[in-house]
C-alpha cells in the first residue's frame, strides 16, 4: 500500500464523514472540515462554466462558516428539514504538490416537516484538500448545483 | 381558460370596504382570477421585464423568458437594435427557441423548419412548394402575415422591457420621474454580470409583490438586517411612491443609525440575536453614492424589484409559475467601472441576499407561510393600515404599508375591480 493509496482512503473517508455530519445535523463542526483559510462556495453550474463569480453561498476562512452555522441556529427562520445525501464515487487527482483534487457527485434528498422527501439538490463536489498534521482538510469546496433554481430556500450548507 | 373581465368571474367579485386597506385572500388563490392577470395585466398596458441587455450583446443573442405564462424570446439584430416576440411558432405553435440563451442568425422551429428573422419575420417555410410539383402551401399564402407575434421593446438604463399593450406610454412615464431617476442612480452605467440563480416559492405571486414592498416587516422578520444595523426602521429613511403608486422605492441611511428603544423594549426576535462576526469581511463595503443611501428596494409594476444593499446590486424578477407557485430570479451584478476589490464586496455581500441570503432566506418560506394561512377561507381578508390608511410617500418612516396599498391601488385599477 503506498502512501498515495492511505491518502486516497483518507480523503474518501472525509468527504463521506463530511456529508454524514449533515445529515446527522452536527453542524458545529462544519468549519473543522475547512483549512482555516478554506473557501466554500455552493454556486449554479450555469454560473460557474460563465466563469462569473456570483454563486448562491460564499464563505472564506473558518469564521465566515461559523458565522453561517450560528446565523442557521439563532437568526434565521425557516421551517426545520433534514438531508439525505447520496454520494458517487470520487475520481481523485494530484497529490504531487500535496494538494489533491477530488471530484464527487452528491444528489441530496430534503425531508420536510410534512413528511416529503423530495429531491433537493444534485451536483458536484470539487474539492482541493490538503493534508495538515495528518488530516485531510478542504483548501477548496465548490458545490456545482445542476440546477439554477432552489426549491424554497437553501440554509443548511451541502 | 381566457377571462377578460371581473364580470367573467364564476364567483362575482366586490373589493372589500376599507379599500386598498383589506386584500381579499381569494386574490391568492382563484385560478380564474389567476387566469384574468393574464389578459389583463401580463397582456396589458404594463411595461414586462424581459431580460437584461448584457444578456443578449452581441447581434445574434437571444434569451427567452416569459411574460406571465406566455413564452417570450428576446432578441439583438444585425443593426444592434432589441426585439421581442412571442417564442411560439406561427405553424403549429411549438416554441422556436428551446435554450434559456444562444446566438442564431435565424430562429428555426425544429417541428417542420419554419424559421424566422431575428425581427420575428417568417423567412422560410421547408417545401413551400412541395416536392416535384406537389403539394407545398397554396400559391396565396402571405409569409409576410406569418410571423411571431411581436412586443413592443424599450431598453431602459439595461433592463430590457417589453409589452402587448399600444396603449402602455414610454417606459419613463410609465415609471413617473422619481422611478425613473432612482434607476438611473442605479443602473445607469454600464453593467456587468456576476451570476444569477432562482428560486421556487410556493405562494401567489402577488404575495411577494407585497413582501418586497413591506418595509415594515423586513428589519422584524429578518434578524440579520437588524443585528448588523444594515437596515432597521431606526436609520433615517422613507417610502417614496410612484405618481400613480404602482411602483415604490424603500430606503435607509446606515449612517443615521439612531438606536430605537422599541427594539428592545418590544422584544423583537431579530433584536435578540447578539453577534459579532467571526468573518467580518462579510460586510466589508464601501459608499458608492453622495446621498447616503446605503440600502434600497425598488419595487416595479408588475413584478420586478432592484435592490441595492450596502453594495450588492439585483435585479429580482418573480414570475409567476400557477396561482400558488413563483420563480425568483435572483441577477446580481456589478459595474464595468468595478475594480477587482469592490467586484470582490459585491460578491461577498452577496450572501446577504438569494435562496441563501443570510437576511433574505425567510422569504423564500414566509409567503408560503400566508399561502397555506390562507386556503379554504377565500372570503377572508388581510390588513394593511400600518402608517395610516393613506397611499401617500412616507418621508421618515418606513413603519408603514403605504407601499403595498400602492401596490393594490394599481392592481385594482388595472384589474378593474369594483
Known amino acids: 500500500m503506498t502512501a498515495h493509496m492511505d491518502a486516497r482512503a483518507a480523503i474518501e473517508d472525509v468527504i463521506t464523514a463530511y456529508a454524514h455530519d449533515i445529515d446527522d445535523g452536527a453542524l458545529d463542526g462544519w468549519p473543522d472540515y475547512f483549512a482555516p483559510d478554506g473557501i466554500y462556495q455552493i454556486i449554479t453550474r450555469e454560473t460557474f462554466e460563465a466563469g462569473l463569480p456570483m454563486g448562491i453561498m460564499l464563505c472564506e476562512g473558518r469564521g465566515m462558516m461559523a458565522d453561517r452555522i450560528q446565523a442557521m441556529q439563532t437568526a434565521n427562520i425557516y421551517e426545520a428539514h433534514n438531508y ?75 | 381558460m381566457v377571462l377578460s373581465s371581473v364580470d367573467e368571474l364564476s364567483e362575482p367579485l366586490r373589493w372589500p370596504d376599507g379599500g386598498v386597506t383589506r386584500i381579499p385572500y381569494r386574490l391568492y388563490t382563484d385560478p380564474e382570477i389567476y387566469a384574468l392577470e393574464q389578459q389583463r395585466i401580463f397582456r396589458g398596458p404594463v411595461w414586462n421585464f424581459l431580460c437584461l441587455e448584457i444578456d443578449i450583446p452581441n447581434a445574434g443573442d437571444y434569451k427567452t423568458t416569459t411574460v406571465g405564462e406566455i413564452p417570450v424570446v428576446a432578441t439583438r ?30 430562429l428555426t422551429c425544429i417541428y417542420h423548419s419554419w424559421s424566422f428573422d431575428l425581427q420575428g419575420r417568417l423567412k422560410g417555410v421547408a417545401f413551400r412548394n412541395g416536392l416535384q410539383g406537389k403539394g407545398g402551401l397554396p400559391q396565396d ?10 412586443l413592443r421593446v424599450e431598453v431602459f438604463c439595461g433592463l430590457v422591457f417589453g409589452t402587448f399593450s399600444d396603449a402602455t406610454p414610454t417606459v419613463e412615464s410609465y415609471l413617473g420621474k422619481p422611478m425613473s431617476k432612482f434607476i438611473t442612480r442605479n443602473l445607469g452605467r454600464p453593467l456587468k454580470p456576476l451570476g444569477m440563480h432562482s428560486q421556487i416559492i410556493h405562494n401567489n405571486w402577488k404575495l411577494y409583490a407585497e413582501n418586497v414592498r413591506d418595509s415594515y416587516h423586513a428589519t422584524l422578520l429578518h434578524t440579520f438586517y437588524t443585528t448588523f444595523k444594515i437596515n432597521r426602521l431606526d436609520m433615517d429613511g422613507g417610502i417614496v411612491l410612484a405618481e400613480d403608486k404602482w411602483h415604490s422605492i424603500s430606503y435607509a441611511k446606515r449612517a443615521t443609525f439612531d438606536e430605537a428603544p422599541e427594539y428592545a423594549e418590544e422584544k423583537i426576535h431579530s433584536a435578540q440575536y447578539d453577534a459579532n462576526l467571526a468573518g467580518p469581511t462579510l460586510l466589508e463595503s464601501w459608499p458608492e453614492f453622495e446621498d447616503g443611501i446605503t440600502h ?63 437576511v433574505s432566506l425567510e422569504d423564500g418560506c414566509i409567503n408560503e407561510f400566508v399561502q397555506r394561512g390562507t386556503r379554504g377561507s377565500p372570503e377572508g381578508t388581510g390588513l394593511a393600515e400600518m402608517g395610516g390608511r393613506e397611499v401617500e410617500s412616507s418621508d421618515h418612516s418606513r413603519a408603514t404599508e403605504t407601499s403595498i396599498r400602492g401596490f393594490w391601488t394599481g392592481y385594482r385599477q388595472i384589474m378593474d375591480i369594483a
Open chain 2, 296 to 358: 434600497s428596494i425598488q419595487a416595479l409594476f408588475p413584478n420586478l424589484a432592484i435592490q441595492f444593499t450596502l453594495n450588492s446590486l439585483a435585479v429580482r424578477f418573480f414570475v409567476p409559475r400557477g396561482v400558488d407557485k413563483t420563480e425568483l430570479f435572483w441577477f446580481y451584478v456589478g459595474y464595468e467601472r468595478d475594480d477587482e476589490e469592490q467586484t470582490r464586496m459585491r460578491v461577498m455581500q452577496g450572501n446577504l441576499t438569494g435562496a441563501s441570503g443570510l
Open chain 2, 141 to 150: 399564402f402571405d409569409i409576410s402575415e406569418h410571423g411571431l407575434e411581436p
Open chain 2, 77 to 106: 439584430d444585425e443593426n444592434g437594435d432589441v426585439h421581442a416576440m412571442v417564442n411560439r411558432c406561427a405553424h403549429k405553435g411549438a416554441l422556436v427557441c428551446l435554450k434559456e440563451k444562444g446566438n442564431a442568425k435565424l
Open chain 1, 84 to 158: 439525505c445525501h447520496l454520494l458517487g464515487r470520487s475520481r481523485i487527482d494530484g497529490g504531487s504538490d500535496g494538494a489533491f483534487q477530488a471530484r464527487t457527485n452528491f444528489n441530496i434528498v430534503r425531508t420536510m416537516q410534512d413528511g416529503g422527501s423530495e429531491m433537493f439538490a444534485v451536483g458536484k463536489y470539487l474539492d482541493t484538500i490538503v493534508f495538515q498534521d495528518g488530516r485531510p482538510l478542504f483548501q477548496e469546496r465548490r458545490v456545482i448545483l445542476e440546477s439554477r433554481r432552489v426549491d424554497i430556500l437553501l440554509v443548511y450548507p451541502l
